[in-house]
């Protein structure tokens, strides 16, 4: 039982370029979420989903997009990266009112 | 205005000294509440909730005042192992069941 995982753990893209983050969860939990934390700012929301099939803005999504087509799986997307997105990205599943975190993901824009 | 302000410290104490920590929310319609533990370049990891009766786990307390808003947590006899950064948590109860973090406060323990 892994519980909740995120890749990769680190990386460096430069403005303009695009990936996709990955979080898995092997407990069968319907909520999950991502997070972003920066320095005295506390972890915002981004985007969350309340089941497979379906995603919702949190409240920072600009920039961001995801998709959940599998339970498991919650991807978060940045199609053109800008400086101002390096920051640590949490993704979190929920069963009832405990979110389980994954390790983080920490992303510089250069 | 943040909705759950937090202290950020960081709070130097000695080994096996008391210290607690307060946060205030500002959505008087929240319903849950709770304290997490991060550690260093770790994930936040859930430390306790916090009842209106309060609650004890060990050597935390955890306290919520509705009336004013605002949740405490207690550490007795602090160790070097409770060294982390402690984020107050609160649950607006809204569909999206995502919580509302503060920004944490730092706490050192010094031997």
């Known amino acids: 039982n892994a519980g909740v995982t995120q890749t990769p753990k680190f990386r460096v893209l430069k403005t303009g370029q695009s990936m996709t983050l990955l979080c898995a969860q092997d407990m069968n939990h319907e909520y999950m979420y991502w997070y972003r934390q920066d320095p005295g700012m506390g972890l915002r929301l981004i985007h969350y989903s309340v089941g497979e099939g379906t995603t919702a803005k949190g409240e920072v999504p600009d920039g961001y997009n995801v998709s959940r087509l599998k339970k498991q799986n919650f991807l978060l997307g940045l199609e053109s990266a800008a400086p101002s997105q390096t920051s640590v990205y949490f993704c979190a599943s929920r069963f009832s009112y405990e979110q389980y975190f994954g390790p983080g993901t920490r992303l510089t824009v250069t | 205005r943040k909705e759950v302000e937090q202290d950020p410290g960081p709070f130097n104490v000695p080994e096996g000294a008391t210290v607690a920590f307060n946060c205030t929310y500002s959505n008087s319609a929240s319903q849950s509440f709770f304290w997490y533990r991060q550690d260093c370049r770790k994930e936040p990891k859930l430390l306790m909730s916090?009842?209106?009766s309060g609650n004890e786990d060990g050597r935390f307390t955890a306290q919520l005042n509705r009336a004013s808003q605002y949740i405490s947590l207690l550490i007795r006899d602090s160790k070097l192992s409770d060294s982390a950064t402690y984020l107050c948590?609160?649950?607006?109860?809204?569909?999206?069941?995502?919580?509302?973090f503060g920004s944490g406060t730092r706490l050192q323990v010094q031997p």
């Open positions: 916090v009842y209106s």
């Open positions: 948590v609160v649950n607006e109860d809204t569909g999206r069941r995502a919580l509302t």
